[in-house]
């Protein structure tokens, strides 16, 4: 099982750094024809499984936060709710943009408004997503191991 956890933390920290360097580095080729719209098409499908991803393990995480700890807040519960309830955002920003991305006609044809919103939501899920995916590592790799010990 553990196996599985960290090639899904894996697909999670792929997923983060892709969105990141097409982020920052998509308008620099952005004038060749459709190669940035291209790049989005194939990168939105990734975003959209790693998000559904981020959601579930948040949410397991919620739990197990609101479970052990009766109803003190502390430090564990409070990061546990705000990542969850901010991976639900980011999930209903991105499927509502993703949906109108791939109903658009020409594909890719947005509004202004829509395109701020790509612009606050490819952070939001570089940072989210990559969160997610290293936490869910460290709890996955073996006691000991070097990327377990929190050190940069």
């Known amino acids: ?7 899904v933390a894996l697909v999670l920290v792929f997923c983060s750094l892709a969105v990141a360097l097409q982020f920052v580095l998509g308008p620099i080729y952005g004038g060749i024809g459709q190669a940035e719209l291209a790049v989005w098409y194939y990168l939105d499908m990734l975003m959209a499984v790693s998000i559904v991803i981020t959601v ?9 936060a609101d479970r052990s700890r009766g109803e003190n807040l502390n430090r564990e519960r409070l990061e546990a709710n705000v ?10 920003w991105f499927f509502r943009n993703w949906f109108d991305f791939l109903s658009s006609d020409p594909i890719g044809d947005q509004s202004a ?10 952070p939001l899920l570089v940072i989210l997503v990559g969160l997610t995916g290293m936490r869910l590592w460290r709890s996955s790799a073996p006691s000991g191991s070097y990327m377990n010990t929190g050190r940069s």
Do not use: E, G, H
């Open 1 to 7: 099982m553990d196996i599985l956890r960290m090639l």
């Open 56 to 64: 579930a393990v948040q949410l397991q995480r919620k739990r197990a």
């Open 83 to 92: 990542m969850f309830y901010l991976s639900l955002i980011v999930a209903l």
């Open 113 to 122: 408004a829509t395109m701020v919103i790509w612009y606050i939501l490819d």
